[in-house]
């Protein structure tokens, strides 16, 4: 390992400046705004690592480029399957960016631009693991395959079919994903799952146009109550989900799960200091890591109907419109979710309002005492140098199930971003000690799991 490290550290700038080449490549797949040129840059710098890669075609709507890579050498008994995304959010609003968002620019020992942390900084650590084992070795230690998704930022609508229909080629034996921040209290983490999440545009409707308020107010219906009307059926006093069966399919906690949960370095007064508040949503007597990782949620990300621009306007608007993100938890189906949802509306005198489920992820999970697990740990700590808190499932939602449900391989994530990584926001950015530590990490894995 000493090698490879020592290599490591004496290619980090050649390492950023072919990073930088796939950064300043836009891929923004929200628009579908340069993926298919910036998939080709990504198999040529895998190439060049010294993997053999190449686009495939997932079919759906875009019929999007995956990446896949391989490499592999005839001593080997293992494969590892890395996932990584090769597209980012829109960078948009533009003018909140210290430089622009395409344009890799380093600044207090960090890489600011769009996809430096989320996800091309990151898929790239273990592309140059790969690399500095070949240079200082001749080979990698276990066969490594590589899975690249062009729509993760817009809910992987082919990743799950597309896996199942080629199980054999991704067919391996234990799998890492590296995206997301490292803990909040500075240490690297080791997750073993992560919450689902359903998507879902919800319209209600008034009167065929606006109305004035006062010509018309009183006899004539309006669309924004009726959202808010059907909203306030969905919750109860305590805060929990009233939707009929809603609680059903969740798993509780194991033992060893809550006593990882109960060992996670949280404050919980220092995040309502940071965030200026005096409490956190209910329901009261559970824990900000049990609600984060073990509680599914029914969250209003947006609301649009009438006029809220400056100044008054008596109006019944006859549309009301609202985004609605469901996180799920083990081990419920987001497509049971959302019929429930839909009986839900019909039970309680709602049948007129409209439901478009948007895109979904199933939650899935690494069981937390999975033989690997001690292996991505050690990984982690000669990596960087420091004791992973361990997590057992991140409250965000990526597709890891495609791989732990549809492939029933085990998967362990081990983002590398630092904490405060911007990641979705303005000034994303990767710090570059954590891109030196991700390398690490990746290439130290390489070793643990040939061992
Ligand atoms: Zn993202």
Redesign the pocket.
Known sequence: MEAVFGHIDQNLSRFMDELFIVLRQPSISARWEGVEECATLVVTAMQQAGIDARILRMGGRRNGPLVFGEISHPANSRTLLVYGHIDV?PPEPLDAWSSPPFEPTIRNGRIYCRGSA??KGQFFCHLKAVESWLHCHGRVPVNVKFMLDPE??VGSPSLRSFVARNRELFHADVAVNSDGPMDASGRPRVCFGNRGVLNIEVRAKGANQDLHSGNFGGPMPNAAWRLVDFFSTLRKADGTIAIEGFADAIATPTATERAMMEAMPFDESQSLHKYGLTHFAPPDGVTYMEKIMFRPTLNICGIASGYGGEGSKTVIPSRAMAKIDIRLVMNQDPEDIFNKLVLHARAYGFADIEFELLNSYHPSRTPVDHPFARRFTEAVRKGFGEEPVLVPSAGGSFPGAAIRNVLGTPMFDLPYGNADEN??APDENLSIACFRNGIRTSAALLAELAA
């Open positions: 959010q989320d996800n993760e930022e990641n979705h």
